[in-house]
C-alpha cells in the first residue's frame, strides 16, 4: 500500500523530514517498508498489519505521527454548501445485523469530466487510474480518510430507494469489473426497488455506474458486518480496498463524513445541486464500550515502572479519553476508528507501542525447573551420527509428491492436498524414496556420479478421519566407492562401484546400536526394488527396513543411469527398541586358531543356511564363521558357486589342542558336505 | 676394523697416554661407520665380545702385563677406557636404532605435498544445523524441546492461536489445505501447518506453568518456489509462561539469543507488529552482521540489509489472554511470552546463501560445503 508523506502533512506539522518519518513510524508499529520519489511525490511503501485498518489511509497515518510527536492533527476539512429542498431516497435496511447504519446522500445536476488536477495528481502518484471527478472523488476520500464509499447514477435505480437484503436465489449482478455473477442467498447486497446493484462492501454495480452521460448521484457510505464482506470476498474471488477495509472494521462514526467529503468533492469539480440533508439511518448502534485499565496490570506484563502521569499523556495523545477511577485504576474511552482495542490488553500494547519498545529494560526471567529433551533424543543423534560418519550428506526434500508415485511407493492411502502447487506435488509424501530418487536424478544429471543422501523426515498416511505421521529415514547410495580418493592420491586406493552389500552393511551398522532378540532379513521388500537385490530387515518380527537396488524399469523411467540403491529404515518402529545396555566383556587371554573351509555349493544354498547350520553344530569354542571370498565362473561350473569360508576359534580358559581344533574342523566339513557342499582341492 | 690392542713395552705414562689416544680414535672412527644393525653387532662384538674382544685384549695384553708399579696407573686407565668403549656401543646403538640407516630412509620417503587420503564424512543440513544451534542456545537457557504434527487441524493452527473464523489474518497464512474436509466442522479440518505456534498450544494443554519450551520443526505455506520463497521450510518457536513474566524479559531472551547467534556485538531493535496470538506484539530487527549495522559496504549501500544497518528477523509478543482461556490457564495469575523465527532465514544470513531452493535439491556440490 502506498501512501504521500506530503499528502499526511495536509493534516499535521510534521517535526522531522519524511526520511525520520518513515524510520519513526516503523518503530511505532506503523511499518513504512520503502520510500521512493522526492519532495512532493515521495512515496511511502507501506506495511500496515491487518488489525489496523484505520492507519490504511493519510489520515489515520496523521493521526499516528500527531500521537506519536505531541503535535496536534488538523481536523479534516469538510465544508458543504447549502441544500435545496429534502431528498425524498428511502433506505430500507432488512438486515440490521449485518447492515448497523447506511447513509446517502443525493446531488444533482452534476456534470461528469475528468478530475481536477490535484486530485487526478494525488492519486496517480500512488499508483491509482483517474476515472472521472465523481469515482475519483470516492478513491480520494478513501485514501484521505479510508471510509470506501460508493457513488450510483441516481437516474439508474429504480424505485428512488435502496434496499439492503439477501440476495434471492437465482439473482444475477454484473459487478463493476465487468463480471456477471451468480449471487447465493448468502450474499448482502444494495438493491433498489427491482433488483441488486452492489455487492455489500464489496463492489458496485455496472449498470448503475456513473458515465459520462450521469447527471444526478446518489453518494452510498455504510457500515457493513466484516465477516459478512470477508466471506463474500472469498465467494466470488474479488478482494477490494473497500472489501480490505470493511473486513477488518471500518469506523462506524465516519459514514456521514465520508458522504460529505465525496460531496463536495464532486460538487467543487462537476458543479451540480446537494439535494436536502444526509439520510443517515442507524438500524443499530455500535458503541466501542470503555475500557478499564489498571497500571498494576500495565506494570505486571510490561514489567516497566510506567507512572499514571505518562500512561494518561500517551493515551490521550491517541485520542483516548481516559477517566480516573479507584486507585490505579482508569476508564478508557475507545475512539469508534479502533475496533481492534477492545481489551485491557490491547490498552496496554497501545501503552507500550507509544511509550517506545526500545525504551524497555532488558532482563531475563529466573527459571529452575527441569529441561526436557525429545524423547528419541539420543536414539536420533545416534541415528544421525552415524549415517554422517558413514559419509552420507544430509539433506531436506519437499514434503509433497505426485499422487501417482504416493500409491507406487507405499500401500497406505494418501492424503491428497486441497490446494496442491502442482500435479507434480499434490500428495502427502507416504514414503521418503521418491524425494530420495528425484535427489539422486538431481546429482547425476549434474555429473556427480558417486552420492550418498540421507534424509530424515515424517511420511503421512490417511486413517479414516485422521492424518496419522510417522518418522522415516531415507538412504540414497550411488557410484564407486572412494571415488574421492582417486582425484587425490590413486595409489593403492582401488575404486569399485557400490553395490547392495555396501548398503546393507550401512543399514547393519544403523540397526546395531538396537537391543533386540532376533534380526533376519528376507527378500519381500516392495516391487519398485530389484526382486533379486533387495530385502528386509526384520528385527523382533518388525519390519524395520526395506532396502536394496531400484528396479531397473523404475531407474530407467526417472532418468537414473546408473544402479542407484536406496534403504527406508522405518524409524517410529526401530525407535520402539531401546539403544543396547553395553556391558563390557573380558578380553580373550588364550590365542584364537583359524581354520579356511574351500567349499563349491548349489546356487541355491544361501549363506544364511551355511550359518546356521555349522553354528547349529554347537561348538562353544567357535567364535566367528565369515565368508571371505567367492567366486563363481567356468571353472566352477554353472550355477554353482565357490565359497571360501573362515572358522575363528578361541576357548576362555586354555590354549586349543591341534587334535580338537582338528576334530571340530572335521564336523565343520561334515555339516558343509550336507548341505551339497564340495570341498574344492 | 683395522685396529688391534698393542702389546706395551713400555708403561709410562707418555706411552700409555699415545696408546689411550690411539685406541680412542680408531673407536669412534669406527662407530662413525656403522650404518646397518648387522654392522653394529660385528662392531660390538669387535670391542666388546667376551672372547676375543678389544676390551678382554686390553685386560689381558696391558693390565696384566703391566708391572706392579704401573698397575694401578694402568687400571685407572683400562677402566676408563673401557667406559669410553661401552659408551660408544651404547650411542652407536642409540643411533642405529633411531633411523637404521640414512640411506635407507632417504628411499623411503614420501612427496608429503600430495594430498592426503580422507575418508569422505557427510555433511550436516545448514538449515538442520542451524535449527539445532538455535535450540541449544535456549536449552542453555533452560528451554525445554516439544515437537508437534506437520499435518494439523483448524483448531490448534488457527483458532486456539487467536484467528477466529474469518478472520483476516488468516488470509496471512497462505496455508495449503487437505483434501476432503469439508464435511467436518471447521475446527476439526485438516491443514498443514503453517506455524509450530500449535505446538504451544499442545504443550500447555499438556502441562502447567512454568513453562519453557523451544518447538522445532517443519511448516508449509502456499508460496510457490523461488529464490526466496520456499513451500516448505523450518521455523523454531518459542514459549516461557509463568508468574511474572514481562516484556522487558522478552526483549533479554530474544537479545541474548541474538547475540548468542550472531556474535556478541549484535544488536536488537523491537518495533510493534501484529500477531493474532501475542498481545503486545513485536517484530525483532538485528543489526546488520554484513556491515555492523553501518548501512555502508565496501563503499557502497550494504545489498543485505538495503543500507538500512538492520535486517528483521523474528516475530514475538507476550502470550494473549485468550489464547490460555484455551488451555484453562489463568491469565490473570500467570503472563508470558511466545516468540518465532524462520530457520532458513537464519541459515540464508550465516551462509550466505542467494536461493533459499539449495536447501531443497540435495545437490551435492552444495550440501558438501558444510561438511
Not at chain 1, 536424478?441 to 492424518?467: M, P, T
Not at chain 2, 483434501?179 to 504443550?203: E, Y
Request: aromatic fraction near 8%; glycine fraction near 8%; hydrophobic fraction near 40%.
Amino acid at each position: 500500500m502506498k501512501l504521500s508523506p506530503s499528502w499526511i502533512s495536509d493534516f499535521v506539522d510534521l517535526p522531522v523530514d519524511f526520511a525520520r518519518l518513515a524510520d519513526e513510524l516503523t518503530l511505532s508499529g506503523v511499518a513504512v517498508e520503502g520510500i521512493s520519489g522526492e519532495g512532493d511525490n515521495t512515496v511511502f511503501e507501506m506495511e500496515i498489519t491487518t488489525n489496523r485498518p484505520d492507519a490504511m489511509n493519510h489520515y489515520g497515518v496523521a493521526r499516528e505521527a500527531s500521537a506519536l510527536y505531541d503535535v496536534p492533527l488538523k481536523p479534516l476539512d469538510i465544508k458543504l454548501p447549502s441544500f435545496q429542498g429534502k431528498s425524498d431516497i428511502t433506505i430500507d435496511i432488512q438486515d440490521p445485523e449485518l447492515c448497523p447504519r447506511f447513509t446517502a446522500r443525493e446531488i444533482r445536476g452534476v456534470t461528469i469530466k475528468p478530475s481536477p488536477s490535484n486530485i487526478a495528481n494525488r492519486l496517480q502518484l500512488l499508483g491509482h487510474k483517474a476515472i472521472n471527478n465523481a469515482v475519483d472523488a470516492t478513491n480520494y476520500v478513501l485514501w484521505e480518510s479510508g471510509k470506501p464509499t460508493h457513488v450510483f447514477d441516481l437516474d439508474l435505480l429504480e424505485g428512488r430507494k435502496l434496499i439492503i437484503r439477501k440476495a434471492r436465489s437465482g439473482e444475477r449482478l454484473k459487478t463493476l469489473d465487468g463480471v456477471e455473477r451468480e449471487l447465493s442467498t448468502e450474499d448482502l447486497v444494495v438493491a433498489d426497488a427491482a433488483k441488486p446493484v452492489g455487492l455489500a462492501g464489496v463492489m458496485g454495480g455496472f449498470d448503475t455506474m456513473i458515465t459520462e452521460k450521469t447527471k444526478n448521484i446518489l453518494i452510498e457510505s455504510a457500515w457493513w458486518d466484516p465477516v459478512t464482506v470477508r466471506r463474500m470476498s472469498k465467494r466470488h474471488g474479488i478482494h477490494t480496498d473497500a472489501s480490505h477495509r470493511f473486513e477488518r472494521g471500518a469506523d462506524f462514526e465516519s459514514t456521514v463524513p465520508s458522504t460529505n467529503r465525496v460531496a463536495q468533492l464532486i460538487l467543487a469539480s462537476g458543479g451540480g445541486a446537494l439535494i436536502g440533508e444526509a439520510i443517515d439511518v442507524i438500524a443499530r448502534k455500535i458503541d466501542l464500550a470503555p475500557v478499564e485499565v489498571d497500571l498494576r496490570e500495565v506494570r505486571r506484563v510490561l514489567g516497566e515502572k510506567l507512572n499514571a502521569l505518562e500512561v494518561m499523556r500517551i493515551l490521550t495523545r491517541l485520542g483516548f479519553p481516559v477517566l480516573a477511577g479507584r486507585e490505579e485504576s482508569y476508564l478508557v474511552h475507545i475512539p469508534s476508528w479502533r475496533l481492534d482495542v477492545e481489551r485491557e490488553i490491547d490498552v496496554i500494547e497501545e501503552i507500550a507501542r507509544l511509550h517506545g519498545y526500545d525504551k524497555f529494560a532488558s532482563t531475563l526471567p529466573p527459571y529452575s525447573g527441569e529441561v526436557r529433551e525429545l524423547p528419541d533424543a539420543e536414539k536420533n543423534d545416534r541415528t544421525r551420527s552415524s549415517l554422517l560418519a558413514l559419509g552420507y550428506n544430509e539433506t531436506i526434500s519437499l514434503t509433497f509428491i505426485s499422487k501417482e508415485d504416493a500409491r507406487l511407493f507405499s500401500t497406505s492411502s494418501e492424503l491428497d492436498l486441497e490446494n496442491p502447487l502442482s500435479e507434480e506435488a499434490s500428495a502427502m509424501r507416504t514414503s521418503l524414496v521418491p524425494g530420495m530418487l528425484d535427489m539422486l536424478a538431481y546429482n547425476l544429471h549434474r555429473s556427480c556420479d558417486s552420492v550418498r543422501l540421507f534424509e530424515s523426515g515424517n511420511v503421512f498416511e490417511a486413517s479414516g478421519a485422521k492424518a496419522l505421521q510417522s518418522k522415516s529415514i531415507a538412504l540414497g547410495l550411488t557410484g564407486k566407492i572412494d571415488d574421492a580418493l582417486t582425484a587425490g592420491l590413486a595409489a593403492g586406493a582401488a575404486s569399485r562401484q557400490l553395490s547392495f552389500f555396501d548398503l546393507k552393511g550401512d543399514v547393519e551398522t544403523m540397526l546395531a546400536p538396537f537391543s533386540h532378540w532376533t534380526l533376519y532379513y528376507d527378500s519381500q521388500a516392495p516391487a519398485y526394488f530389484h526382486p533379486g537385490r533387495s530385502a528386509r530387515a526384520i528385527l523382533d518380527g518388525t519390519t524395520v527396513a526395506q532396502f536394496g537396488q531400484i528396479h531397473p524399469q523404475i531407474a530407467e523411467e526417472r532418468k537414473l543411469k546408473q544402479e542407484v540403491f536406496v534403504a527406508e529404515i522405518f524409524l517410529d518402529r526401530l525407535y520402539q527398541h531401546d539403544l543396547r545396555q553395553i556391558l563390557y566383556e573380558p578380553l580373550p587371554r588364550f590365542p584364537a586358531v583359524e581354520r579356511d573351509f574351500s567349499f563349491v555349493f548349489d546356487d541355491d544354498v544361501r549363506f544364511e543356511k551355511i550359518y546356521a547350520s555349522v553354528f547349529g553344530l554347537s561348538i562353544l569354542e567357535l567364535r566367528s564363521f565369515v565368508p571371505v571370498e567367492i567366486f563363481r565362473g567356468e571353472k566352477v561350473g554353472a550355477g554353482k558357486y565357490s565359497l571360501l569360508l573362515r572358522a575363528t576359534l578361541q576357548s576362555d580358559v586354555r590354549t586349543l589342542r591341534d587334535d580338537e581344533v582338528a576334530l571340530w574342523a572335521e564336523k565343520i566339513t561334515v555339516a558343509l558336505n550336507a548341505l551339497g557342499g564340495v570341498r574344492r582341492a | 676394523m683395522a685396529y688391534s690392542v698393542r702389546k706395551l713395552t713400555d708403561f709410562s705414562a707418555p706411552s700409555l697416554d699415545a696408546a689411550s689416544s690411539e685406541l680412542a680414535s680408531a673407536l669412534s672412527q669406527a662407530s662413525a661407520g656403522i650404518q646397518s644393525e648387522a654392522e653394529f653387532k660385528i662392531f660390538r662384538d669387535y670391542w666388546m665380545g667376551r672372547k676375543g674382544g678389544v676390551l678382554t685384549h686390553l685386560n689381558d695384553l696391558w693390565l696384566k702385563a703391566s708391572p706392579g708399579p704401573n698397575k694401578r696407573d694402568v687400571g685407572q686407565r683400562v677402566n676408563e677406557l673401557k667406559k669410553k668403549v661401552e659408551q660408544a656401543v651404547e650411542s652407536t646403538l642409540a643411533r642405529i636404532q633411531t633411523g637404521e640407516s640414512a640411506g635407507k630412509l632417504a628411499a623411503e620417503s614420501l612427496d608429503i605435498t600430495l594430498p592426503g587420503i580422507r575418508r569422505p564424512i557427510g555433511a550436516e543440513h545448514p538449515v538442520i544445523k542451524t535449527m539445532n544451534e538455535i535450540v541449544r542456545v535456549f536449552r542453555n537457557l533452560g528451554y525445554s524441546i516439544e515437537e508437534g504434527p506437520e499435518i494439523e487441524t483448524d483448531f490448534y493452527n488457527f483458532e486456539s492461536l487467536n484467528f477466529p473464523p474469518n478472520h483476516p489474518a488468516r488470509d496471512t497464512q497462505d496455508t495449503i489445505f487437505i483434501a476432503g474436509q469439508d464435511s467436518k466442522p471447521q475446527r476439526d479440518r485438516l491443514l498443514l501447518r503453517t506455524h509450530t505456534s500449535p505446538v504451544q498450544i499442545r504443550t500447555m494443554q499438556k502441562m502447567k506453568p512454568p513453562v519453557r519450551v523451544v518447538c522445532p520443526g517443519k511448516v508449509h505455506r502456499n508460496d510457490a518456489a523461488d529464490a526466496t520463497h520456499s513451500p516448505v521450510f523450518h521455523q523454531v518457536e518459542g514459549l516461557a509462561v509463568d508468574t511474572n513474566i514481562t516484556f522487558c524479559d522478552l526483549k533479554g531472551t530474544v537479545d541474548h539469543a541474538m547475540k548468542a547467534l550472531f556474535g556478541s556485538s549484535v544488536k536488537t531493535r523491537f518495533y510493534p507488529s501484529f500477531f493474532p496470538f501475542t498481545e503486545p506484539s513485536a517484530d525483532v530487527q538485528i543489526s546488520c552482521i554484513f556491515c555492523d549495522g553501518k548501512g555502508v559496504r565496501d563503499g557502497g549501500p550494504c545489498r543485505n540489509c538495503k543500507a538500512s544497518g538492520w535486517i528483521e528477523l523474528l516475530g514475538c509478543g507476550m502470550v494473549d489472554p485468550n489464547v490460555y482461556g484455551f488451555v484453562d490457564y489463568d491469565a490473570a495469575k500467570i503472563s508470558g511470552f511466545a516468540f518465532g523465527m524462520g530457520v532458513e532465514r537464519i541459515a540464508i544470513l550465516k551462509y550466505g546463501v542467494d536461493d533459499i531452493q539449495l536447501f531443497y535439491h540435495g545437490d551435492v556440490r552444495f550440501l558438501e560445503q558444510f561438511s
